[in-house]
């Protein structure tokens, strides 16, 4: 049997989303502020950016399935265009992959392989590289997690 590639199977995985499930995008970024509320403070325009973004992120890990060499210079560019918006640290980007690949996981229910599962996991780590060289190029504003701005217990 032949082995498919991680695009094939992050690509498949996305055609049986479409299937069962009509917009990812309110599953996502609503998975996403479960786990950090405090970042919806972050994002002021519509549910239409959010797509926008949504789509931006699942174009970048299907490109560098690929092994698109332009990648890693465009990825690094958008962490350090999207400090802008905001302090957005690593360990958001990280929550929002989690976010994605957890949605996907609902959805595809027995059609969430191990083979899919890992080609997604693989190049979402690729993508957290970038984003972390990226956010390191712009002041060093990298945090290994996402820290509360009051401690809980001051
Ligand atoms: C690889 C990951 C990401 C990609 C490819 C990406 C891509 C984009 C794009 C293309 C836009 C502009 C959308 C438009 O105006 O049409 C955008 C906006 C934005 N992004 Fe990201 N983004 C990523 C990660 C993140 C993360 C982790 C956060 C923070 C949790 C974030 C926060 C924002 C905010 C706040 C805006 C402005 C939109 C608003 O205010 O509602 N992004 N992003």
Redesign the pocket.
Known sequence: MQTQTDYELMEASLERAAEVCDDLTPLVYGRFFDAHPE?RT????GER??G??LN??LA?LLELAQGHDYMPAT?RE?AKD?TS??E?SDG??RG?LNALTGVLADQLGSDWTSARERAWRVQAER?MEL?AQGVALCGGQTRASVTPSQPANP
């Open positions: 970042a972050l994002f002021h325009m950016t959010r926008r973004m931006e992120i970048i990825v958008l999207h918006y905001g957005i958001y980007y929002l993508l984003v």
